[in-house]
C-alpha cells in the first residue's frame, strides 16, 4: 500500500474516534443538563461497534497491500514478456501462479499487425487532408462547362525517430470518364543526419526548377487554380519527369550569409514509350538510370530572394527504336515577402537521337500582391514544343508554339479555405485561341 492509502485510513480512524468521543460528550452534556447518568449498556455498545470498524480497516488495509503486491509483480512480468526477457524472481512474484510456457504460435503473434497494433506505443500519425471543387470548361474539351471535383489529396507523415520520418502523399481524382482513379504520388522515408545530409528513399517530385518541390499536390498551397502547364502531371500532358522513384540527397552548404542548398537525385526517371506508365514505379523501362543535381541561393541580404538552377540526364531506350539522350536544364529567381510573390522560371529540354538534337524551351512568370484576405495576380506562360522533337511528338496533343496569358483573384475567407477566379486566353500555333474561364473553392482539413 502506498503512503497515500495509509493516510487515507489512518484519517478515517481518527474521524471514528472523534465521532465516539462526541457523542460520549454530547452524552456528557446531556447528563449535566438533565442530571441523570449514563447507561452502561449503551456506552459497551458503542465501544464494540468501534472495534468491529477498525477491524473491517485492518482486513480491508491487508487486502489492499497483497493487490498492490500482485499488480506491482503482474507489471513486472508483462514489462519482461515485452522486451522479451525474464523477470528476477522476487517474493510477490513467487506468490502468483506460474505463466503458461510461450509456445511457437506466441512468437509469431509478434510478426502480426493486429498482436503490433497493440503491443505498445507505435509512431504517432499527423494526417492532412486538401481538396478542390471548380466550375468551368477545359481547353478543348468536347464537354461544356460543368462543375468538377479537383484532387483529394491526403497527407500521411509519421516520425519514427528523431532523425527518421515517413511521407506518403495519396490523391484521389476524378478522370475525364468522371471514374476516379488513385494515385500515390510521394510515398518516402527519410533520415536527417545534420543540417548539411538528408537521405530520402522512395517516390517524389523531382528537383527541376521551383515550382515542382515547392508546391506538391493540393490546390490550397497555389495562388493560381492550377500549376504552369510547363510543370504539368505526367498523366496531364505534362512533358517533364514531375516525379521519381529512387534516391535523394539533400542539405545545407557552408557559405556564410548565402543560404545554399544542394539536391542530387538518382531515380528511374521517366518512360515516355507509348503503352507504359509515366512514372516508373515498378520496372524502368530505360536501360539506365537517371541523374538529377540543384543548387539554390537564399542570400542574408536579400530576404525573401531565392535563386536557383538544375541539371537533368536520362538516357532513353525503347524496344526497336534508337536510344534518346535527355537533358533538361532549369533556373529561376523568386520573390516571395510580405505582400509579393514574383515568380520566373525557365526550362530548356534537349533530345538527341541518331545524331540530331532538337531543344524544346519552356517557362512562365507570376506576380501575385496580397491585399490582407486578397490577391490578385496575373501569369504568363510559354512552351515551344517543337513538332521534330522525338519527346514532344509523343507527349503533347498538340506540338508548337503554346502561350497563354492568366489573371485572377484570391480569396481567402477563413484560415482553411479560399475562394479563387481566374480568366485566360489561350493560343497554340496548329488550333484556334481558345478562352478559359474558371472558378474554384480550395481548402484544407
Known amino acids: 500500500m502506498n503512503l497515500k492509502s495509509r493516510l487515507s485510513v489512518g484519517i478515517v480512524r481518527k474521524a471514528l474516534a472523534l465521532a465516539v468521543l462526541l457523542a460520549a460528550a454530547l452524552s456528557g452534556d446531556a447528563y449535566a443538563q438533565n442530571n441523570r447518568t449514563i447507561d452502561p449498556d449503551v456506552l459497551s455498545q458503542l465501544m464494540n ?28 512480468r508483462i514489462r519482461a514478456l515485452e522486451s522479451h526477457g525474464t523477470p528476477e524472481p522476487s517474493a510477490s512474484a513467487a506468490a502468483l501462479p506460474p505463466a503458461a510456457p510461450e509456445t511457437g504460435l506466441q512468437t509469431a503473434a509478434v510478426h502480426d499487425h493486429d498482436a503490433m497494433a497493440g503491443a505498445g506505443p507505435a509512431p504517432k500519425l499527423t494526417i492532412r487532408g486538401f481538396g478542390d471543387v471548380r466550375f468551368g470548361k477545359e481547353a478543348y474539351e468536347k464537354s461544356g462547362t460543368s462543375f468538377a471535383l479537383g484532387q483529394m489529396d491526403l497527407y500521411i507523415a509519421s516520425k519514427l525517430s528523431e532523425h527518421t520520418s515517413v511521407l506518403m502523399e495519396t490523391v484521389f481524382e476524378a478522370g475525364t470518364d468522371n471514374g476516379m482513379g488513385v494515385d500515390i504520388e510521394r510515398f518516402l522515408i527519410q533520415q536527417r543526419v545534420n543540417r548539411y545530409l538528408k537521405f530520402d528513399a522512395g517516390r517524389n517530385h523531382t528537383a527541376i526548377g521551383y515550382y515542382n518541390t515547392a508546391f506538391h499536390h493540393g490546390s490550397w498551397f497555389q495562388t493560381a487554380t492550377a500549376r504552369p502547364f510547363l510543370f504539368a502531371f505526367e498523366d496531364e500532358g505534362g512533358l517533364l519527369p514531375v516525379h521519381t522513384i529512387g534516391l535523394r540527397a539533400s542539405g545545407e552548404l557552408p557559405g556564410p550569409g548565402l543560404g545554399l542548398q544542394y539536391t542530387l537525385e538518382l531515380g528511374n526517371g521517366r518512360s515516355y514509350q507509348p503503352g507504359t506508365v509515366g512514372v516508373q514505379n515498378r520496372v524502368g523501362a530505360s536501360s539506365g538510370k537517371s541523374f538529377n543535381a540543384a543548387l539554390s541561393a537564399s542570400p542574408d541580404l536579400l530576404p525573401g530572394l531565392q535563386v536557383g538552377a538544375s541539371a537533368f540526364h536520362e538516357t532513353l531506350t525503347w524496344t526497336g527504336l534508337q536510344s534518346i539522350d535527355q537533358q533538361i536544364y532549369s533556373g529561376f529567381a523568386v520573390y516571395d515577402r510580405g505582400r509579393v510573390e514574383f515568380l520566373n522560371e525557365a526550362v530548356l529540354m534537349r533530345h538527341s537521337q541518331a545524331g540530331r538534337t532538337t531543344t524544346v524551351p519552356g517557362g512562365y512568370s507570376q506576380f501575385a500582391y496580397r491585399l490582407g484576405t486578397w490577391s490578385p495576380y496575373a501569369r504568363f506562360e510559354y512552351l515551344n514544343g517543337n513538332r521534330h522533337d522525338p519527346v514532344a511528338q509523343l507527349v503533347l496533343q ?48
Open 49 to 76: 461497534r468501534l472495534q468491529a470498524v477498525e477491524k473491517r480497516l485492518a482486513d480491508s488495509e491487508g487486502a489492499l497491500q497483497r493487490t498492490t503486491s500482485e499488480l506491482a509483480a503482474a507489471t513486472a
Open 398 to 445: 498538340h506540338p508548337g508554339l503554346r502561350r497563354q496569358f492568366s489573371g485572377g483573384i484570391r480569396y481567402d475567407f477563413n484560415e482553411f479555405a479560399a475562394f479563387k477566379i481566374q480568366y485566360g486566353r489561350l493560343i497554340q500555333s496548329s488550333v484556334p485561341a481558345a478562352n478559359l474561364a474558371i472558378a474554384q473553392l480550395a481548402f484544407t482539413f
